[in-house]
């Protein structure tokens, strides 16, 4: 079970292999925006973030808010939830970010529930 602790959070989750997944730019300094959907790694994912790799290179989030609608399947769930953009880097794929998501407590427990169903696969097998 690849589960790291952080202090700030219950846990991240680390893929590997990376999960696959799409985004929609949902807004850009609180403005909606006309985008069509984009692939998308998820590295890692906790309940309050997750860090993605894309070859899709966004404003640097120093000058701009951008919030993605990111949508993944774990396993036989499908997750939905929105996520501003803090950080940016440049990596051999193309792109990476670290994004805070924008989740309830509901969401928070959907998520560590199916993190943990994931695992419990990813252990077995």
Known sequence: MRVRYNRD??????FRPVLEGSFLIHTV??????????KLSI????????????QYDFPDPVNYTITLQISCTIDEATLTFLGNILWKKT??????????????????????SQLKKHALKQSST
């Open 91 to 112: 990596t051999s794929k193309g792109f990476g970010y670290g994004l805070e998501l924008l989740t309830d407590e509901a969401s928070q427990k959907e998520i560590i």
């Open 29 to 38: 300094n609180q403005k909606e925006v006309q985008a069509s959907n984009g």
């Open 43 to 54: 590295i890692n994912l906790s309940p309050k973030g997750i860090g993605i790799e894309t």
């Open 9 to 14: 959070e219950s846990f991240r989750y680390e």
